[in-house]
């Protein structure tokens, strides 16, 4: 009983997981770009939800409505500048010009708020409670909500990348940006939108992190990063339901990592990691590319 | 052939276009009038394809100017230039791999002009498209991924469309029956700039036929106007050896143009 609980919170808090990584998958796939900023973005998600809930006293739970496009405004913004720049320069140079972009905002949140951490409280007993099934499995209804978030978006991103003219554009510029030019696509605004659109989840998930657990400025580098690429390449790089699929099995190896010993908990999740990596270097969800 | 009329629809002047150090176009001046089907012919590595590139406006050209119905485009990006209606079939066709048939024309509808052309006529085009429409373009074959290139480059309803290289790695016959939907295409007032490897081909449909050799341009005229022995010097670069030193002396200095009447 004790691992099927295991497997069931793993399970939600993969849809966490799937949230910071859906994002980065993106990114990738639309751009190219691997973004090295995306888990301080998420931990500035939750500053900027601090900043905004501070101010306006809107509910905790209802601060993304503000801070989603806040963050969206921002990612189309650092898009057709900084990274554009970078793109412009060759593919690698993104590579750098974000792994600056992690360590200006890392170190800006030190110098103008401070080291601690910070959690968004949610006073709320419907999102603080729990309800158990049988007694051993207890579901927090705050991972439940996460969880149907995180599936809202993608089915969403799904329905938008499918049907939309805009997630249309997306993908034929992610195909081939030249014939898109030819077909009167403006090939960086596009990248624009989907940058819009990473950032929004990024921001997301950072209110749910910040709601579920607690940040601090270098908790973007050294979790959340992290557990997105995992996500990522356990998945499938570039895939979306893979990031699903990803972030579930990256949180299920940890709560069975912590039951056999709490301190095991991120490295069972990492060793899985690597495993995919040698074993199945294409993820879970994606076929091996075709030459 | 009724004379065409005075205005170019297109017009490249003095275009020179380097890939680095390496220069790919000297010097190269053409005029397209309307309804013309003008073809640019010439060895593999001659520049046709870097032409058409700086045309659409994926090559920045160093030198020279691209006009479209007389106004300078040269510094447009190409998403705009095609908007105002320079269409083109990249080489190699570029079809999005991950799109469907139809979704592939659907992009090439998404900033479309106003004009004769829309997807269901593309599917009454080609009569096969509108029943696999579902399917994604790399289950396709060469012949069929051509048609849909050319369709979505009509659905934008370009004022001037810029086929490279239609023959490229097509069997013969399947060349043939693109070039027969060439008509049904004219007629619907379209201007072709095609550029083409295989000169039987090109000297069937054209009006005009342009010769590249190594970057320059090394004849010029209506295909009645020049004779198979002309072209080949023009096409391979030789000498007087195969053509007549009084003819050639015509067909190097590139003056056939003021033979047109425009």
Wanted: glycine share 12%; hydrophobic share 45%; charged share 15%.
């Amino acid at each position: 009983m004790e691992w099927v609980n295991d497997v069931i919170q793993g399970i939600l808090t993969g849809g966490l997981y799937a949230l910071f990584a859906c994002g980065l998958s993106l990114m990738f796939g639309v751009m190219k770009v691997v973004n090295l900023a995306h888990g301080d973005l998420a931990v500035v998600g939750g500053y900027v939800a601090l900043g905004v809930i501070a101010i306006t006293h809107v509910p905790v739970l209802w601060s993304f409505v503000i801070v989603v496009p806040i963050m969206a405004g921002l990612g189309y913004l650092l898009q057709r500048t900084l990274i554009q720049g970078a793109l412009d320069r060759g593919v690698l140079t993104t590579l750098i010009v974000t792994f600056g972009l992690s360590v200006v905002i890392e170190n800006a949140l030190l110098q103008f708020v401070n080291a601690n951490s910070h959690s968004l409280g949610v006073g709320n007993s419907i999102v603080t409670g729990s309800f158990s099934i049988g007694s051993q499995i207890q579901l927090a209804y705050l991972l439940l909500l996460i969880f149907a978030v995180a599936v809202a978006v993608l089915l969403g991103l799904q329905y938008f990348l499918s049907s939309s003219r805009y997630g249309r554009m997306i993908r034929a510029v992610a195909d081939d940006k030249e014939a898109a030019q030819l077909s009167g696509i403006n090939y960086r605004h596009v990248f624009g939108i989907a940058a819009a659109i990473a950032f929004g989840t990024v921001a997301l998930a950072g209110i749910g992190y910040g709601m579920y657990s607690q940040f601090s400025p270098s908790t973007g580098t050294d979790t959340i990063l992290l557990f997105a690429f995992a996500a990522v390449v356990i998945g499938g790089l570039g895939s979306l339901w893979g990031t699903l699929v990803g972030g579930v099995v990256l949180g299920i190896a940890q709560q069975i990592g912590a039951q056999i010993n709490q301190s095991d908990q991120l490295l069972a999740g990492y060793v899985v990691f690597l495993v995919i990596l040698v074993v199945r270097p294409q993820g879970l969800t994606t076929r091996r590319a075709q030459s | 052939m009724s004379e065409p009329p005075s205005e170019p629809i297109l017009e490249v002047r003095d275009l020179t276009v380097h890939h680095g150090q390496l220069q790919a176009l000297e010097h190269i001046s053409l005029r397209v009038f309307p309804g013309e089907v003008y073809a640019m012919i010439g060895a593999n590595g001659a520049g046709k394809s870097t032409l058409l590139r700086t045309i659409s406006g994926l090559h920045t050209p160093t030198e020279g100017s691209v006009l479209l119905d007389g106004k300078d485009v040269t510094k447009v990006r190409p998403d705009r230039r095609a908007i105002l209606g320079i269409g083109m079939v990249p080489e190699g066709r570029r079809l999005f791999g991950s799109l469907s048939v139809e979704e592939n024309l659907q992009v090439g509808a998404s900033y479309a002009r106003k004009g004769p052309w829309h997807i269901e006529r593309v599917y009454e085009l080609f009569g096969w498209m509108k029943d696999r429409r579902s399917q994604k373009t790399s289950q396709l074959s060469g012949g069929e991924q051509q048609s849909v290139a050319i369709g979505r480059a009509l659905v934008a309803n370009p004022r001037v469309l810029l086929l490279d290289e239609l023959s490229l790695g097509l069997a013969p016959v399947i060349v043939q029956r693109i070039y027969a939907m060439l008509p049904q295409i004219l007629d619907t007032g379209l201007t072709v700039l095609l550029v083409e490897q295989d000169v039987s081909q090109a000297l069937r449909v054209a009006s005009h036929i342009h010769c590249l050799l190594e970057g320059r341009t090394t004849l010029e005229g209506r295909p009645s106007d020049v004779d198979a022995r002309q072209v080949e010097a023009a096409y391979f670069g030789l000498s007087g050896a195969t053509a007549a030193p009084a003819e050639e002396a015509q067909l190097w200095s590139g003056s056939t143009t003021s033979s047109r009447g425009s």
